[in-house]
């Protein structure tokens, strides 16, 4: 419909309705108020050598926030205090204690707060190490002198001297004044190369005066049965089927890469930790080819695998274990006739 001239608003009146209706509509409340403050807030979680905090904040208005964490024992280092998740680190020597810790979300315009009590756990090795929260047992036949070796440094064929290496490790702790080293052992079994099989173990055993004996290893619990008795146990099993560790300064699972199926190799079991129901063997890992923890000790030094792992591994490579005693006690199955075995190799 066509306004007639006299119905049409006066625009150049100083101030005229028409004014007033377009200035009402511009200025309405939802486009001048100020929008609603962030919501602060956070959850927590256990990653064994530090707690994870993550904001939950929201704010329908700015998805864009900035945050920042803070604690109320200020010797507490914070990774990530600008970030969305960050992490408390549990300090080495720490004790349980309870701290509380703000979250601050800010989204330019107002902030809000949110604050926790949390439980800050007691640091011990088996969070250091990587293998759970509360240790429920353990067990280790270690020596009182330094008997670990690094194939990595046993002359020409180090990069297959994992047979010669444990051996001579086995020797070792079964005999402190034994001197002789994975050269030796290499010099007196395939000493033009080659990997070593695990009747060259039983053998160089043999030659040194060190009780063994095998079994069949139909029970990957015979392990620990074994080292409740006094003793260590020799494998040879596939590394391939061995879960990998991804964080360098963890002692759990292993270091290196294996990329293929058929990576036999010898490992030497000393030891074990149950964590949470669940059992970590111990190891004398001889593959450390100089590849160090940040504390600087070798990696291949109380390495802890788990005790399905290694079950799958041998029972794909070499089910048996070899067995070095100082009581001459079997815990576990009999002795097998090692001539009545099909004999595997490691390198």
Same mark, same amino acid.
Request: glycine letters at 8%.
């Given at each position: ?6 119905? /049409? ?11 007033? =209706? ?22 927590? !979680? ?8 993550? %904001? ?5 208005? %700015? ?6 964490? !803070? ?5 507490? /280092?914070?990774?990530?205090?600008? %970030? ?10 720490? !004790? ?44 280790? &036949? ?21 047979? $010669? ?16 080293? $994975?050269? #030796? ?5 395939? $000493? ?23 079994? /069949? ?31 360098? #300064? ?24 149950? =964590?949470?129901?669940? *059992? ?32 799958? +591994? ?9 067995? *070095? ?11 097998? &006739?090692? +001539? #009545?075995?099909?004999?595997? $190799?490691? /390198?």
């Amino acid at each position: 419909m066509k306004l007639s001239l006299d119905q /049409r608003p006066n625009l150049n009146a100083p101030f005229s309705l028409f004014y007033v =209706v377009i200035f009402f509509i511009g200025c309405s409340d939802s486009d001048t108020a100020p929008g609603a403050p962030p919501v602060a807030s956070f959850t927590t !979680s256990d990653l064994l050598t530090s707690i994870h905090v993550t %904001s939950t904040s929201v704010d329908p208005d %700015s998805p864009l926030l900035k945050y920042r964490w !803070s604690c109320s024992d200020a010797s507490f /280092r914070i990774d990530g205090s600008g %970030s969305e998740n960050a992490a408390i680190i549990i300090p080495e020597g720490h !004790s349980e204690s309870d701290v509380l810790v703000t979250l601050t979300v800010n989204d330019g315009t107002s902030a809000s707060d949110a604050t926790q009590s949390v439980t800050i756990p007691e640091y011990t090795h088996v969070r250091a190490y990587g293998l759970g929260t509360e240790l429920d047992a353990e067990g280790s &036949n270690n020596a009182s002198y330094s008997w670990y070796m690094d194939q990595g440094v046993s002359g020409k064929h180090s990069a297959i001297n994992c047979g $010669p290496t444990v051996v001579t490790m086995a020797i070792k702790w079964f005999n402190e004044n034994f001197n002789l080293t $994975p050269e #030796d052992a290499r010099k007196a079994y395939r $000493p033009a190369g080659g990997w070593w099989f695990t009747d060259d173990v039983i053998a160089y055993l043999e030659d040194n005066g060190a009780t063994n004996f095998t079994i /069949r290893l139909d029970d990957i619990n015979d392990v620990k049965t074994e080292i409740d008795a006094g003793n260590i146990i020799l494998l040879c099993l596939d590394m391939y089927y061995v879960s990998a560790e991804e964080r360098s #300064d963890y002692h759990a699972h292993k270091f290196y890469s294996t990329p293929e199926v058929g990576w036999g190799h010898f490992l030497l079991i000393k030891g074990y930790k149950e =964590v949470a129901g669940k *059992v970590f063997y111990e190891t004398y890992d001889p593959y450390s080819l100089g590849k160090k923890y940040p504390d600087g000790s070798l990696k291949g030094m109380d390495r802890y695998y788990a005790a399905e792992d290694l079950d799958v +591994s041998t029972g794909r490579w070499w089910d048996f274990a070899i067995i *070095v005693t100082k009581s001459d006690v079997s815990a576990g199955r009999l002795p097998l &006739n090692v +001539s #009545d075995i099909v004999h595997k $190799p490691g /390198r």
